[in-house]
């Protein structure tokens, strides 16, 4: 039960260009989400999240955007530094614990290289 | 920076073994969980625990799965009888409160049923 897709495995961008990662989700009672990022043997950390009171929030490089109709958030990154080479995961839940209760569900991941 | 620590950071073990992934987490933290993701796969929720007991658990975290905090610094996850489609990495989180973007997650331990 795929409840939150990332439907691009990878992703190529050069130095100093925009980074999109997109995700889709498909259960209406989450209305918070998260972008994690994981680089190769270490855990997720978290990076930048969003309500559904909001369509934007933005941190510095990373922007997340929320199409809360479109059931659909994207992260941008920019500029995009070569450091960012990592997976992206997005998650999500609902904060209301309806019927998703603690636990949050994440995409399978974006790996994304950024080309110096 | 204080981080969650997990051993062994690798484990293989044959079907019908017995495996404790260990993890200790950040010291002030009363919320710990446990989190899988098969190769290639998304990660998914197993477990979490607070107060000394399971607060919530996923249809993943059957009869096969146990935690315990036996010291009051480690967090153990022990799967009873492994299984092939156990082979998968696993990540231990902690947090001060329970709040989902203030999860720090371990390494991971990547175990391989044989």
């Known amino acids: 039960d795929q409840q939150v897709k990332q439907n691009s495995p990878s992703l190529s961008v050069q130095e100093g260009r925009i980074s999109i990662l997109n995700c889709d989700y498909t259960n209406s009672m989450f209305d918070y989400f998260l972008w994690y990022k994981k680089y190769p043997a270490e855990g997720p950390t978290f990076l930048i999240s969003?309500?559904?009171?909001?369509d934007k929030n933005e941190d510095g490089r990373f922007t997340v955007f929320l199409n809360k109709s479109a059931k659909h958030l994207s992260l941008h990154i920019v500029p995009s530094q070569p450091g960012d080479s990592a997976v992206y995961f997005c998650a999500a839940n609902s904060m209301y614990r309806t019927n998703t209760g603690n636990q949050f569900y994440f995409g399978t991941g974006t790996s994304l290289t950024v080309i110096p | 920076e204080p981080e969650v620590t997990q051993t062994p950071s690798h484990q293989v073990t044959q079907m019908g073994q017995e495996v404790i992934l260990r993890c200790v987490p950040i010291s002030n933290h009363l919320y710990f969980y446990w989190y899988r993701q098969i190769l290639g796969q998304k990660v998914e929720f197993l477990v979490s625990f607070y107060n000394n007991e399971i607060s919530e658990k996923s249809e993943i975290f059957d009869d096969q799965f146990s935690v315990e905090r036996p010291d009051g610094s480690n967090f153990t996850l022990k799967i009873r009888s492994t299984k092939l489609e156990d082979s998968a990495m696993y990540f231990c989180a902690s947090s001060e409160q329970e709040r989902l973007e203030t999860q720090y997650f371990g390494p991971g331990t990547r175990l391989l049923v044989l």
């Open positions: 969003i309500s559904s009171i909001k």
